[in-house]
């Protein structure tokens, strides 16, 4: 059984910073890719940022350039970097895996909230 632990969510005023991150319990060989998802109240859940094996990332166009998806391979443990926040980044984060023979695993969420 897979298991994702988040951590590094909270409070923080418009313009700031935080930094998540979520450990997954399995070899980096049996990764294909991390990711970040988000699901605001009301609204369906939507991929933040994406990281792959090879080290591709992929972000959502609302973040570019603002967030940043890290991973260190050996600890197969994925970051999130999210500068100049915005209120509209207020959502529950989740931390997602795909393994490479498939399956999608999904952390228990972290909670950002971002005060205007």
């Not at 166009?61 to 999210?82: C, H, P, W």
Request: hydrophobic share 35%.
């Amino acid at each position: 059984q897979v298991q994702l632990v988040e951590s590094g969510g909270g409070l923080v005023q418009a313009g700031g910073s935080l930094r998540l991150s979520c450990a997954a319990s399995l070899s980096i060989f049996n990764i294909s890719s991390m990711g970040w998802y988000r699901q605001a109240p009301g609204k369906q859940r939507e991929l933040v940022a994406s990281i792959t094996r090879g080290g591709g990332t992929n972000y959502s166009d609302s973040v570019k350039g603002r967030f940043t998806i890290s991973r260190e391979n050996a600890e197969t443990t994925v970051y999130l970097q999210m500068n100049s926040l915005k209120a509209e980044d207020t959502a529950v984060y989740y931390c997602a895996v795909t393994k490479l023979l498939g399956g999608l695993y999904w952390g228990q969420g972290t909670q950002v909230t971002v005060s205007s």
